[in-house]
């Protein structure tokens, strides 16, 4: 476990010098919680305060980071950029913004032109699956999207279909189409914008149904794209 703590920290680290301070804040608490546990068990007097200096720094940087944060936050000025590497894997869609979905939302607007095949329509109901899971008080999801020209049927079919398993959950699923929309942007009433260049669509086919990320896409690999991250005060809700 004090192995485990390391890493993260050390990922933590890592991520606050390359100004991506919510994604290192989210892994300064799991380490730190990981860390406090290992002190718990330990019987040697020494490492054991060896450990809570240690923890105590961590417990530092972690609240400096928090501050930050909220400080740019407030001044309107919070930017975070991360660059996904073709290949890359470990970039699911809860690791990529999965820390921003909170009990505090309860509307998401999604700006997304490609929710049109089958494996894009998959795409947009594993972010549903997943803004359920995380945002308790979530009532709504308003997705605004382009029309499959020669399967539109199928496509509205799937999207009716995760309207109705949604309703089963107490939330909305409001879908507008627009043929000029090429922007990809979602929306938080919490305040958090996250825009990502290739949208959804972000992961390379998997091989066959029987390997590795197939289901999981923490495990898919990536095609080459950016994220970009940012915070504003309020957001003009212009998808009600």
């Known amino acids: 476990m004090e192995s485990v703590a390391e890493s993260i920290i050390q990922r933590a680290i890592d991520k606050e010098k390359k100004e991506q301070y919510t994604m290192a804040l989210v892994l300064y608490q799991e380490g730190l919680q990981m860390l406090i546990d290992a002190i718990k068990e330990l019987k040697d007097p020494v490492r054991k305060v060896s450990f809570q200096n240690n923890a105590k720094e961590y417990m530092e940087r972690a609240e400096r980071v928090k501050a930050l944060i909220e400080k740019k936050k407030l001044s309107g000025k919070y930017r975070e950029h991360i660059k996904i590497e073709s290949n890359a894997t470990g970039y699911g869609y809860s690791s990529v913004f999965g820390r921003f979905l909170d009990g505090r939302v309860t509307q998401i607007c999604v700006e997304e032109p490609y929710i049109r095949t089958y494996h894009q329509c998959q795409n947009f109901l594993r ?85 590795l990320g197939y289901f999981d896409l923490e495990l898919r690999p990536c095609l080459e794209t950016k994220v970009d991250i940012f915070h504003q005060s309020q957001i003009e809700d212009n998808k009600k």
């Open 127 to 211: 972010f549903c699956e997943l803004a359920v899971q995380k945002c308790q008080s979530l009532s709504k999801i308003s997705l605004t999207t382009t029309s499959e020209k020669n399967k539109k049927s199928e496509q509205l079919e799937w999207l009716e279909q995760l309207k109705t398993s949604l309703a089963d959950h107490l939330v909305t699923l409001d879908v507008q189409f627009s043929e000029t929309l090429h922007d990809r942007q979602i929306s938080l009433n919490n305040g958090w914008i996250i825009k990502i260049g290739r949208g959804l669509d972000y992961f390379k086919p998997p091989f066959s149904k029987f390997v």
